[in-house]
C-alpha cells in the first residue's frame, strides 16, 4: 500500500508555467474559495450577517494576488520548471502547501487590521487551520484526480500511436554556434534528440553503437530553425526528437514518452500541447 502510494506521488504531475496558466490557476482557485466560503459560511462566517459575500469576495482576491506572486517567483526568479518530467505530484502537494501558508499568513493580517485593530500572533493556528481545512484538502484532491484523468487518458493515446519513419534521405546540416563563425556539421539521420539547458544546448546522436553528446551554445528555436528535415520536430518546450527513432511510445500524467532507438538512457518527453503531431 505505502509502496503503492510512493509511486503514485512520484508520478509526473500535468501542470503549466506560462503566465496565461499562472493567472487561470490562481482565478479559479481564488473563485473555488470564494464560493466555498459563500456556501457553507464556516468558523463563524455566517455572524458577518450582510457583509458576508463581500469577506467571501475579500478572501477570494488574496488568495488569488497571493497564488500569482507565488507562482512568478517560483518560476522565473527560482527557475522551477512546472512542465518538466521531474514536477511530480509530490513536489506539487509541497508547492500547494507553502502557497496556503502564505495565503493564511496573508488572510491573518487581513483579519487583524480588518476586525481585530491589532496584530495578535497567538491567533495565527485558527487562520491556519480555517485556511487549511478550505484550501488544501479541495486542491489535493483535485491534484489527485487531475493526474489520474491525464495518466489513463494519455495512456490510451500512446497505445494508439504506431512510431512511422520518414522516406528521408541522409541530410548534411551545419548547427550554428552563438557568436561564432564555427559550426557543428552532423547527419541529421543519426540525431536522437536535442535538448534546451538554458543558453545551450545538448544534441544527442548515434555514432555507430555508441550515443554521443555535443554541447552547443545556442537556443533550441536557433538549432531547429536550421534543420530543414520534417524528421526533427518539436515535442516540448526544451525538447525536439528525431521521429524516426522512436521504437516504443508511453503515456504519463504530462504527455507521453518516446523511447527512442540506441537510446536507453532516458525517454524524451512529449508534452499536451505537442501530443497532435504524433496522432
Given amino acids: 500500500m505505502i509502496k503503492k502510494l510512493l509511486h503514485f506521488l512520484n508520478q509526473p504531475y500535468p501542470d503549466e508555467d506560462d503566465l496565461r496558466s499562472v493567472i487561470t490557476g490562481a482565478l479559479s482557485g481564488g473563485l473555488i474559495v470564494s464560493v466555498i466560503l459563500a456556501l457553507f459560511q464556516p468558523f463563524g462566517l455566517h455572524e458577518a450577517g450582510s457583509d458576508v459575500y463581500y469577506y467571501c469576495m475579500v478572501f477570494g482576491v488574496i488568495s488569488v494576488v497571493v497564488a500569482v506572486i507565488f507562482d512568478l517567483l517560483s518560476v522565473y526568479v527560482l527557475g522551477l520548471r512546472r512542465d518538466s518530467p521531474d514536477w511530480t505530484l509530490w513536489k506539487w502537494v509541497v508547492s500547494i502547501t507553502v502557497m496556503v501558508l502564505l495565503i493564511a499568513a496573508a488572510n491573518f493580517t487581513y483579519i487583524s487590521y480588518a476586525f481585530v485593530g491589532s496584530f495578535d500572533p497567538s491567533r495565527f493556528g485558527f487562520i491556519l487551520y480555517i485556511t487549511a481545512a478550505v484550501g488544501i484538502f479541495p486542491v489535493f484532491i483535485f491534484g489527485t484526480l487531475r493526474t489520474i484523468k491525464s495518466l489513463k487518458a494519455n495512456q490510451q493515446i500512446a497505445q494508439s500511436i504506431k512510431p512511422k519513419t520518414s522516406d528521408v534521405v541522409n541530410s548534411m546540416v551545419d548547427l550554428p554556434i552563438l557568436k561564432s563563425k564555427a559550426t557543428f556539421k552532423i ?83 512529449v508534452s499536451r500541447k505537442y501530443i497532435p503531431i504524433f496522432r
Fill in 187 to 269: 547527419d541529421t539521420q543519426s540525431i536522437l534528440y536535442i535538448e534546451a539547458m538554458q543558453n545551450y544546448v545538448n544534441v544527442f546522436f548515434s555514432d555507430g553503437n555508441q550515443v554521443k553528446k555535443e554541447v552547443i551554445r545556442n537556443t533550441l528555436t536557433a538549432i531547429e530553425k536550421a534543420i530543414p528535415t520534417p524528421s526533427i520536430i518539436r515535442c516540448h518546450r526544451s525538447y525536439l526528437v528525431n521521429k524516426d527513432k522512436i521504437r516504443k511510445v508511453e503515456g504519463n500524467a504530462q504527455g507521453l514518452q518516446l523511447y527512442l532507438t540506441g537510446n536507453d538512457a532516458k525517454p524524451v518527453p
